[in-house]
């Protein structure tokens, strides 16, 4: 009997700020709150992030997702630098928690190491 998985695709908004650190390769955690319809994301899956209101695309594959139970934690276990290495420590906690109330941090926190699927995205050509 196997166990073999199918990978899935998962569409999710980012930011044009944090769009462009992935695109050009530079981010390698997503930071997401742990939501249900998030719960099946493993390594192997693709994520296609897209700035919301836009067409612009750019397609990542899941290395590993670790779960946190909030995002001090994660900034700590996985570097800031990892998460964002345009932002300090203080600075990106307090940007994760304006995108996300603590409400929803409770949940807890999601790191997605991810690469890029394709090292330049369709719109930069």
Same mark, same amino acid.
């Given at each position: 009997?196997?166990?073999?998985?199918?990978?899935?695709?998962?569409?999710?908004?980012?930011?044009?700020?944090?769009?462009?650190?992935?695109?050009?390769?530079?981010?390698?955690?997503?930071?997401?709150?742990?939501?249900?319809?998030?719960?099946?994301?493993?390594?192997?899956?693709?994520? *296609?992030?897209?700035?919301?209101?836009?067409?612009?695309?750019?397609?990542?594959?899941?290395? *590993?997702?670790?779960?946190?139970?909030?995002?001090?934690?994660?900034?700590?276990?996985?570097?800031?630098?990892?998460?964002?290495?345009?932002?300090?420590?203080?600075?990106?906690?307090?940007?994760?928690?304006?995108?996300?109330?603590?409400?929803?941090?409770?949940?807890?926190?999601?790191?997605?190491?991810?690469?890029?699927?394709?090292?330049?995205?369709?719109?930069?050509?």
């Amino acid at each position: 009997m196997s166990n073999a998985r199918t990978a899935r695709r998962h569409d999710l908004n980012l930011y044009r700020r944090y769009f462009d650190l992935v695109a050009a390769g530079r981010k390698s955690i997503e930071v997401r709150v742990r939501y249900p319809h998030l719960a099946d994301m493993a390594a192997g899956d693709t994520i *296609r992030f897209r700035i919301k209101g836009t067409d612009e695309t750019c397609d990542v594959r899941v290395l *590993r997702v670790t779960a946190y139970p909030d995002f001090e934690a994660l900034l700590d276990g996985e570097g800031p630098a990892n998460v964002n290495p345009a932002a300090g420590r203080e600075e990106q906690l307090g940007n994760i928690r304006a995108i996300y109330p603590p409400e929803k941090e409770a949940l807890g926190a999601l790191a997605i190491e991810i690469e890029l699927s394709n090292r330049r995205p369709e719109w930069a050509t």
